[in-house]
C-alpha cells in the first residue's frame, strides 16, 4: 500500500465550501483512480494550522499516474480554498503494523 500526504492551510472561513467541493467534485474524481482505496482529511481545529490530508492507494504506479494526470486539475479546484500552497510527500505503508486497519479496507 502507498500513500500521498498532502499539507496546507485552509481558509477556515470557507470550511463549508470546501467540504462540499471535496465531497461532490474531489471524491468522485479519487474513487474513480484505479488502485485508489480512501482518503483521510484531517482539519485543524484552529486557525492558520496545517491541514493533512492522505489518500491511499494500492500501488505507488496508481498514485503517480494520478498525481501526473489528475490531480494538477483538483490542485487548481482547491486553489480558492488554500491560504499556502499544497505540499506533497509519498510514504509506503507497512501493512503488518495496521493489520485491523488494511482489513477494514478490503470489507
Known amino acids: ?3 500521498r ?18 465531497k461532490n467534485e474531489i471524491l468522485p474524481v479519487l474513487k474513480k483512480q484505479s488502485g485508489f482505496l480512501e482518503t483521510l482529511p484531517l482539519f485543524p481545529e484552529t486557525k492558520n494550522e496545517k491541514m493533512v490530508v492522505i489518500s491511499l492507494w494500492t500501488a505507488k504506479r496508481d498514485a503517480e499516474k494520478y498525481d501526473r494526470d489528475v490531480f494538477p486539475k483538483v490542485a ?13 510527500r509519498v510514504y509506503a505503508v507497512e501493512t503488518t503494523l495496521c493489520e485491523h486497519f488494511v482489513n477494514a479496507l478490503a470489507a
Open 1 to 3: 500500500m502507498f500513500a
Open 5 to 22: 500526504m498532502l499539507e496546507f492551510t485552509p481558509r477556515m472561513d470557507k470550511k463549508d465550501e470546501f467540504v462540499k467541493v471535496l
Open 76 to 88: 487548481e479546484t482547491l486553489k480558492p480554498f488554500l491560504l499556502t500552497p499544497i505540499e506533497m
